[in-house]
């Protein structure tokens, strides 16, 4: 009774990859992607599930990350201004896939057990964060210093920075949680 039957691997089913393409064009389009599907469908489910879940203030850390995969998107389109809607990479749609089966359940499994749902949450987005600060963007800012695109790999230099911030934050958000009664 009462049991969270919801795993970390399952919610961590709803992170997407961002693949380095052959040239820094289509390794920014799956970058950009990734990062709008993080700021537009991924952190606002999980806000909303801390909202449901009675965590107001964890809630607005979900939207405050949120907030900024988009600036993220935004600094790395001002190098591709032609680049409009890049096409929905395979592993975002899988991604979002996962998350609205994900929603089916979610509502009920907050209800039952809304501490381990958002900690589960947090673990994913810290993992998250993790992955992509420590091998992927490492990779793509790699890319662009051999190709000589200097100004690309100092934009996910920052990058790289911010989203080890983001880990930093949930890691601290996950510590409140944890010792609250
Ligand atoms: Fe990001
Ligand atoms: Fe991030």
């Avoid at 599907?37 to 009675?54: C, D, L």
């Avoid at 509502?107 to 057990?113: K, S, V």
Wanted: charged share 30%; glycine share 4%.
């Amino acid at each position: 009774m009462n049991k969270c039957d919801i795993t970390e691997d399952t919610i961590y089913q709803c992170f997407a990859a961002a693949m380095q393409g052959n040239n820094l064009t289509s390794t920014a389009k799956s970058f950009v992607d990734v990062e709008e599907y993080e700021n537009q469908v991924m952190y606002p489910e999980f806000s909303r599930w801390a909202r449901k879940a009675g965590y107001p203030k964890i809630a607005e850390l979900f939207l405050k990350v949120a907030g900024e995969e988009k600036l993220h998107a935004t600094w790395l389109r001002k190098m591709y201004e032609n680049m409009g809607i890049p096409p929905r990479g395979e592993d975002t749609q899988r991604a979002i896939d996962a998350l609205e089966t994900i929603r089916k359940n979610s509502d009920t499994l907050i209800e039952a057990d809304p501490k381990t749902v958002i900690e589960k949450a947090l673990k994913v987005a810290i993992k998250v964060e993790q992955r992509e600060y420590r091998d992927i963007y490492p990779s793509f800012r790699d890319q662009a210093i051999q190709a000589g695109q200097h100004e690309a790999a100092e934009i996910y230099q920052k990058v790289i920075n911010s989203e080890e911030q983001h880990a930093q934050w949930f890691e601290a958000a996950l510590k409140e949680l944890e010792v609250a009664a």
